[in-house]
């Protein structure tokens, strides 16, 4: 969430970053201005009918006392008026405060001062590539033609509806096996695993930037409950409303979840195997840091994803989002694009951001650095590591063999009781 400081003291730089964005409705921002002036105006006028009201409470004794009827008649009533002035005034300063986080809420954050500029995701730059694309003596098939009996989507659609998936047999070991890979990676760079709810409050949801931006995209209980559509969800509210000692920092957590996304407005789009599904499953990375190491806790991350498809020998490349293209709490994002030949192109299958203070001031995750300290919103940061399912679609098109069989990657086989080959 947008500090209103901020706006006020940086209205040009701040209209600049949301034109950057595309954001529409730049109006919002002289909004904020006016709104805090009147806040600032109402708080004024309440504190100084306060202060009357004290002193007439004061005069009131003496005036009791010594004074005539008309005068102890006339102090009451002045008393009463003061008294509900001042009771009028919470609601209205209130009402204020409510408006100015409702129009904060739909604020996008602002972009790093050095992100590239763009209008959409054709203004990414490439800022690295690993590996090569592998080369093959036969037509590479998509993921769902090399797998047709493993990956059951008619069976997912008959459980479920469309966009939902039953993995079996050899498929669903390698999901396993592909999950635990990310979960001891993770360990091993010092993330702490964690197992949250995915069922989670309104409050949660709000507190990482999901609502109210992202609510037609969720699932909803009638018990107002979400279901998460990442577990950057329920790790970024690990601490919310908290003090964190600055000495911690960096907090670092990772988690396994299945997530859960609707994606309103996609439909037609990767339809057919399991680029896209509604129910899909992700490990997550999380930190919590100071804001001066941020940038750099934000490229270990990244590279923290990165050893996974190293390690699985997976071609990709890093491109750093354009201001068109950043998502809504993000200043500064990476994704990484894993090459998959079936389908001859690049596809995201991690996205590494930097929110800064952007959800902390939503979470009301705060800091000191010692006991003598202010304290100060942290930055928090996230990152796929990696998306599962996706991993698995390019595991099948980059390892596929002509017989339609599968070479499991040497890593993964310690997880699949030593299996090298599947034959899906």
């Known amino acids: 969430m947008f500090d209103v400081k901020l706006i006020i003291e940086n209205k ?3 209209l600049k970053s949301l034109m ?3 954001f529409k409705d730049l109006s919002v921002v002289d909004e904020i201005i006016a709104l805090s002036e009147k806040r600032k105006v109402l708080v004024t006028e309440s504190e100084q009918t306060r202060a009357k009201q004290n002193q007439r409470s004061k005069d009131m004794p003496v005036i009791m006392k010594n004074g005539t009827e008309e005068e102890k008649a006339a102090i009451k009533e002045e008393l009463k008026v003061l008294s509900e002035k001042v009771k009028a005034y919470g609601p209205e300063v209130k009402a204020v ?10 604020i996008p954050n602002m972009i790093a001062d ?13 800022v690295k590539v690993w590996g090569e694309k592998p080369e ?4 590479p098939l998509e993921h769902f033609d090399v797998a047709p009996n493993a990956i059951d989507l008619e069976r997912g659609v008959k459980l479920s509806g469309s966009r939902f998936v039953v993995y079996k047999g050899d498929l669903a070991m390698l999901e396993r096996a592909v999950m635990n890979f990310m979960l001891d990676n993770a ?9 949250p709810p995915v069922l989670v409050s309104r409050e949660t949801m709000t507190g990482s930037g999901q609502l109210p931006k992202f609510e037609d995209e969720a699932y909803k209980t009638t018990d107002d409950m979400f279901l998460i559509p990442t577990a950057e969800v329920s790790l970024v509210n690990l601490h919310r409303d908290e003090m964190l000692n600055g000495a911690d920092l960096p907090l670092k957590y990772t988690a396994y979840t299945p997530c859960f996304r609707r994606e309103a407005g996609s439909y037609g789009k990767d339809m057919k195997g399991i680029i896209r599904l509604h129910q899909f499953n992700k490990v997550e990375l999380v930190k919590f840091t100071k804001p ?7 490229l270990k991350l990244l590279g923290n994803a990165e050893e996974i498809l190293q390690g699985l020998g997976l071609h990709y490349r890093v491109i750093e989002l354009c201001s068109g293209d950043l998502g809504f709490n993000s200043l500064k994002t990476f994704d990484i694009e894993v090459w998959l030949p079936g389908q001859n192109s690049y596809r995201e299958i991690s996205s590494c951001s930097n929110t800064g203070d952007f959800q902390a001031r939503r979470a009301g995750v705060r800091f000191r650095r010692d006991a003598a300290s202010k304290p100060e919103f942290a930055h928090l940061l996230n990152g796929s590591g990696l998306a599962i399912d ?9 390892c596929q063999q002509a017989d339609r069989t599968v070479k499991v990657p040497e890593v993964l086989r310690k997880y699949m009781n030593g299996v090298e080959v599947l034959s899906l």
């Open 12 to 14: 040009d730089k701040v």
């Open 390 to 398: 996706r991993t698995m679609v390019a595991i099948i098109e980059n």
């Open 97 to 106: 405060e409510d408006k100015i986080t409702t129009i904060l809420m739909s």
């Open 187 to 195: 360990r091993k760079n010092g993330y702490t695993e964690i197992v």
């Open 20 to 22: 950057n964005r595309n």
């Open 114 to 126: 050095d992100a590239p500029i763009g209008k959409d995701e054709t203004a990414n730059p490439v």
């Open 292 to 298: 001066e190491e941020s940038h750099a806790e934000l």
């Open 136 to 139: 093959f003596s036969f037509k």
